[in-house]
């Protein structure tokens, strides 16, 4: 079978991609990537047959402060480049299997007629029992019409003009509204733990959820794993890990060396994940500290730690989860304040933290909190082996292959029917 995979952002969105794509290759499927330049080279490792997206300024995105203007604008350009591109593509392959930021994707598959799988790193489908997990706070349980009305709202000012102006050059005719055209004109494959996530009873798209996708086989630097070792397991304390992943802020230094100043009094060693951003660099050569200053598969560093704090990206979350460690939220964006609120509604962490709202005095609690409440360690036990349980890339790799299997029996898909 022939599978276009695209995908695009920071490493959360690519690194599950990287590893879908090697494991349908190991299938012995013929596997195009599509993905940003900034990945090219995990790409190369990897041993892959990738393509790089024409318009790629996600390092730009990430690095500024867009406002809502830029946003749009770029949001506009990429959807531009997406037909451009992928059409082509898409018509020497039997399927496209992509992201739900790729705002053009189901446009693109009904166009060429050809199946369409469309992936969120969480539970993203309108509903009335579960609210958007994407707001910059924790979801509300009421009014949950009107918070997905909201939303969809804000999506259509984004791209549904830039996508008519698409369709109308392959003379498709207008959608009217893109919050309902896409999960309906896609398999909606939701690659995240039922069991960290939720489900909705009355979502009436074609949905499944196999599990997070874990990428564990990226090559990385063994030398400083094994000094990362060494430190963990040089005495008994206990080790505080601390990450922001991807993501910035202007206050992640500060809360840094606020983390670093509470695991000096308590006596835990801690260690800084520092990201693209060098979160932590300046505390470097300060004692009881660890910095790791490159990517490392969390499933080879996390279960050497006692508890987890990170800025709640689904990957990190999941990994956390997977690796039975109880865990703390310090959203920025996104889905990242709807995992932060699960931590704490499946009791594996404490509520979440807002980087400059909280005071050294108040962050010492919840650090004491997170890292001695038997509560939490008993329930992440029991979580991680329900997370690991799932098999999400290989439940995802079979899910491809039974669709591929329905599409040469020539039955209909009933996302397309």
Request: with cysteine.
């Amino acid at each position: 079978m022939k599978i276009l995979l695209v995908t695009r952002g920071s490493q959360g969105d690519v690194y599950p991609y990287l590893a879908l794509a090697k494991e349908l290759k190991n299938r012995g499927h013929d596997v195009l990537l599509s993905l940003p330049r900034l990945f090219e080279s995990l790409a190369k490792d990897a041993e892959l047959n990738y393509f790089l997206q024409a318009f790629d300024d996600i390092a730009g995105m990430v690095e500024g402060k867009p406002s809502t203007k830029d946003l749009i604008e770029w949001t506009k350009r990429v959807i531009k480049s997406q037909f451009d591109e992928l059409i082509p593509l898409l018509g020497e392959y039997d399927m496209l299997v992509c992201s739900n930021t790729e705002f053009a994707a189901a446009h693109i598959a009904e166009y060429c007629g050809k199946a369409h799988i469309r992936t969120g790193f969480a539970p993203l489908l309108p509903g009335k029992k579960m609210p958007p997990p994407v707001f910059p706070f924790s979801p509300k349980r009421a009014f949950v019409g009107a918070q997905w009305g909201l939303l969809n709202l804000g999506l259509n000012m984004m791209v549904k003009k830039p996508l008519n102006e698409e369709r109308r050059k392959l003379k498709m005719p207008p959608i009217k509204d893109q919050g309902e055209y896409a999960p309906s004109h896609a398999l909606n494959y939701l690659m995240c733990s039922q069991y960290l996530g939720e489900t909705d009873p009355n979502w009436k798209y074609p949905w499944a959820m196999g599990g997070y996708c874990f990428n564990d086989n990226f090559l990385y630097n063994e030398i400083v794993l094994r000094n990362f070792l060494k430190f963990v397991k040089k005495d008994q304390r206990p080790t505080l890990f601390f990450t922001l992943g991807s993501c910035n802020d202007n206050e992640r230094d500060s809360f840094c060396a606020k983390l670093h100043n509470i695991c000096l009094e308590e006596k835990y060693k801690f260690v800084v994940g520092c990201g693209w951003w060098k979160t932590g660099t300046h505390l470097r050569n300060h004692d009881g500290l660890f910095l790791l200053d490159t990517a490392i598969p969390h499933a080879l560093i996390f279960p050497h730690c006692d508890a987890i704090i990170h800025h709640g990206g689904s990957g990190t979350t999941h990994s956390a989860a997977r690796a039975g460690k109880p865990q703390m939220v310090a959203p920025l964006l996104i889905d990242q304040f709807y995992w932060g609120g699960r931590v704490f509604e499946l009791q594996i962490g404490p509520k979440s933290v807002k980087l400059g709202n909280i005071s050294e005095k108040a962050l010492r609690k919840r650090v004491l909190d997170l890292m001695t409440n038997p509560l939490y360690k008993k329930n992440a036990a029991n979580l991680a082996e329900k997370v690991r349980s799932e098999k999400g890339l290989a439940g995802m790799a079979d899910y491809i292959e039974q669709l591929g299997k329905e599409n040469k029996l020539g039955l209909k898909l009933a996302a397309l029917s």
